[in-house]
């Protein structure tokens, strides 16, 4: 039996989200510079994009550039935003023809006029599909989209919507950026850190992290199924006990 054979479709997370770490590391180890590695990540990106469609994936994040990569040199910078805008470019259309429709987090308005051209057009083409869910990360922070929520509630407390007792995690998560997506039930990380680095750190709450070695232009459909498997190996409780999950999981059998 071959690793997807062997995969429980039944027992898939909805959502994977992905911190696609070691650009840099891998181009470095071949003597090449970053933007190397950058380009070589993103063969990796269209291949579990591929993957998690194919397997059944609803919603797929990727952490593409935290709000934290402004301040790398300015020539890897603009290089980043240069292949965003040609990547969407080339492989939109792909995208629009396997039904994935087409997301981004974070501060959209920080991004060059070009970026946000190029993907609002992107948007606004696979807005009807109705498969898998690409989620893009942008310019993200975490505790910068938290502290926005807070910002948004107090201001619609003092414009009279939202009552303070209605303030609860329901109606928090309408305030963040994920609004409309499930939390994350799988968080993987490549290049051997063991982080999270201001990534989701409300919707990680009770995800199951995956950490390994390989860097991101390595990461593969193979990569991605072993990832899932070891999902599939854990309990997930939420803070019941073994024994009430096993004694649920039998009276609905």
Known sequence: MGLLESI???KLPK???IIMDGNGRWAKERGEDRVFGHHQGVISVREIVNACAEIGIQYLTLYAFSAENWNRPVEEVNALMELLVN???KEIDELDKNNVKLHIIGDFASLPAICQKELNEA?????KNTGLNLVLALSYSSRQEIAEAARK????VAAGKLKPEDINENSFKNYLYTSEFPDPELMIRTSGEFRVSNYLLYQLAYAEFYFT???WPDFRKKDLIEALLNYQQRERRFGKTSEQIQTNTTQHV
């Open 8 to 10: 429980d479709l039944n």
């Open 15 to 17: 959502h994977v989200a």
């Open 87 to 89: 990547t969407i470019r």
């Open 123 to 127: 948007m606004e083409l696979t807005s």
């Open 153 to 156: 509630i107090a201001m619609d």
């Open 213 to 215: 070695n390989t860097h």
